[in-house]
């Protein structure tokens, strides 16, 4: 029993590590394209576009590489945004990743929580922190088990039309740090159509 426990972990650091690899290089790209933007320096804020609330509600399609059997997920979400015109908001989404899997790993996650943001042009860029709870179906339907996420991310929106933009990209990496074999992760882009509702 103990050389299975032994082998176990041996294959899993080995999996770890150009996991963590991806994840640290989708950080840094991240972070270079929202820091690439610079202030304009003679923007005035009008009057009217001062104070207030937007909501925008929208659903995207996504890829997520997947610690637990180094698998690659495809799914879908639901997002929701209430956002203040003073940068900062809250994001709500729900996510099911149940496709492109032989050993049918399923994952769900209601997650919430704040982000902030600031456009340049028709470009949003944004960057949020989230937490919920992630349910994780084990290969071939053997358990569920419903865990603690733990998600930071950010992205870029396109404003299309008036009440329409483009998810462009929204990177996430979803840390599980109560999984039954010990804490794993996950990252992943996804990309969609966003309705302004107000």
């Given at each position: 029993m103990k050389s299975s426990s032994n082998s176990f972990k041996a294959a899993r650091e080995k999996l770890g590590n150009p996991f963590r690899?991806?994840?640290?290089?989708?950080?840094?790209?991240?972070?270079?394209?929202?820091?690439?933007?610079?202030?304009?320096?003679?923007?005035v804020i009008f009057a009217g576009d001062e104070g207030g609330i937007t909501l925008t509600a929208g659903a995207t399609g996504s890829g997520?590489?997947?610690?637990?059997?180094?698998?690659?997920?495809?799914?879908?979400a639901g997002v929701v945004d209430l956002d203040t015109r003073r940068r900062f908001g809250v994001e709500a989404e729900g996510r099911w990743l149940a496709w492109h899997n032989p050993t049918?790993?399923?994952?769900?996650?209601?997650?919430?929580?704040?982000?902030?943001?600031?456009?340049?042009?028709?470009?949003?860029?944004?960057a949020k922190g989230l937490v919920g709870i992630g349910q994780f179906t084990f290969p071939y339907n053997y358990a569920q088990g419903n865990y603690l996420v733990?998600?930071?991310?950010?992205?870029?929106?396109?404003?299309?039309?008036?009440?329409?933009?483009?998810?462009?990209?929204?990177?996430?990496?979803q840390f599980w740090p109560?999984?039954?074999?010990?804490?794993?992760?996950?990252?992943?882009?996804?990309a969609g159509v966003l309705y302004h509702i107000f």
């Amino acid at each position: 029993m103990k050389s299975s426990s032994n082998s176990f972990k041996a294959a899993r650091e080995k999996l770890g590590n150009p996991f963590r690899r991806r994840a640290l290089f989708l950080a840094v790209v991240l972070a270079v394209c929202l820091g690439g933007s610079r202030n304009a320096s003679a923007q005035v804020i009008f009057a009217g576009d001062e104070g207030g609330i937007t909501l925008t509600a929208g659903a995207t399609g996504s890829g997520y590489q997947v610690e637990y059997g180094d698998q690659t997920l495809l799914g879908v979400a639901g997002v929701v945004d209430l956002d203040t015109r003073r940068r900062f908001g809250v994001e709500a989404e729900g996510r099911w990743l149940a496709w492109h899997n032989p050993t049918q790993i399923q994952t769900k996650t209601w997650l919430g929580g704040p982000r902030f943001h600031f456009s340049r042009g028709k470009l949003q860029y944004y960057a949020k922190g989230l937490v919920g709870i992630g349910q994780f179906t084990f290969p071939y339907n053997y358990a569920q088990g419903n865990y603690l996420v733990i998600a930071p991310g950010g992205g870029v929106d396109y404003r299309w039309k008036r009440r329409i933009s483009i998810r462009m990209a929204d990177v996430e990496y979803q840390f599980w740090p109560q999984f039954t074999y010990g804490s794993q992760s996950s990252v992943g882009v996804s990309a969609g159509v966003l309705y302004h509702i107000f």
